[in-house]
């Protein structure tokens, strides 16, 4: 899909003239005023599993996050919460929208007033990925997983339109639609795989375990084989299905197989937080 070069907006094909500002395509519009260049982000992504995203702030560079994902900062890094838009509504409808997408209502701003450092994590063990976003680039992520990014780039709301894959695609009718330019980097569970997948060519992956795919990449489900690999496969009765062109990003761990393993432990200790230390102390005592 090509997109404006003035607005960012995208461009129907065969189109001569951008829907959104009007400027000719291939040409700029009349007076218009040049894009703004967002200044490269400076940052580094450490550890395994369990990974914290460094970022180096110049004075005057601002990024946002999820609220409560902060790890540490650095004095020169001033922090404020608040809620994106300009009027009341806009306030509200964005709050809402984000409560939707599985975030916070509020976004934490953080803005150097000299050269300084934040850092960043996920909630759970997991990787962190960052995306360089061009002008009117967007990449689809499942719930949850926006970390934070440069305040140029637009996190919104995107609707599920096939109910197939929206009742039984395993990330539901809601997911998060994030929009350059800039740097973003999102968070899920255990390990990523990358594909990048050729005009026509499909992908057939577990039910949520989707981390994110290009726009332009097809998102749907389709039935397992055979009612004996359905019922004993243990896969369940569906996989989602993406068919390129564009890129899709995997995860081996989601949160809710983490929950459903470590349910039976929590069952197993029948609320009594000591019977773990009773246990261990009885394969050690002595049969008097």
């Known amino acids: 899909m090509a997109y404006c070069t003035n607005c960012g907006s995208a461009i129907a094909e065969g189109s001569r003239f951008c ?22 982000l400076d940052y580094t992504i ?13 004075p ?3 990024v946002y996050a999820e609220a409560g994902k902060m ?5 020169a890094v001033e922090w404020e919460t608040r809620m994106s838009g300009q009027s009341l509504g806009e306030k509200l409808w964005g ?9 916070s209502l509020f976004m934490t701003y953080f803005r150097a007033t000299s050269p300084g450092e934040v850092g960043f994590a996920g909630s759970y063990p997991g990787r962190i990925q960052a995306f360089e976003l061009a002008a009117g680039q967007s990449i ?3 719930r949850d997983a926006f970390l934070f990014a440069q305040t140029t780039v637009q ?53 949520g375990c989707v981390v994110g795919f290009d ?23 569906f996989l989602a299905t993406l068919r390129g062109p564009g890129r899709v990003i995997v995860q081996s761990m989601t949160l809710e197989k983490m929950r459903r393993e470590l349910a039976p432990v929590f069952r197993s200790s029948g609320g009594d937080e000591h019977k773990g230390l009773d246990v261990l102390s009885g394969m050690f005592s002595s049969d008097d």
């Open 155 to 207: 996190l919104n709301i995107a609707l599920v339109r096939k109910l197939g894959a929206g009742f039984f695609g395993g990330e539901g009718f809601i997911l998060e639609k994030l929009t350059g330019p800039g740097t973003v980097f999102i968070h899920a569970g255990g390990d990523f795989v990358e594909f990048t997948l050729a005009a026509g060519e499909v992908l057939q992956v577990e039910t």
């Open 60 to 62: 005057g560079q601002e």
């Open 140 to 142: 689809l992520v499942q």
């Open 19 to 40: 829907s959104g500002c009007g400027a000719a395509i291939g040409g700029a519009a009349p007076n218009a005023a040049p894009a703004i260049a967002v200044p490269p």
């Open 95 to 103: 709050a809402l929208k984000r409560k939707l997408m599985g975030e």
């Open 46 to 58: 450490q550890g395994d599993n369990l990974q914290v995203a460094r970022v180096k702030l110049q």
């Open 71 to 75: 790890i540490y900062k650095t004095p």
């Open 215 to 237: 726009e332009s990449v097809d998102y749907d489900i389709q039935m397992v084989g055979g009612i004996k690999t359905a019922i004993f496969g243990g896969e369940g009765l």
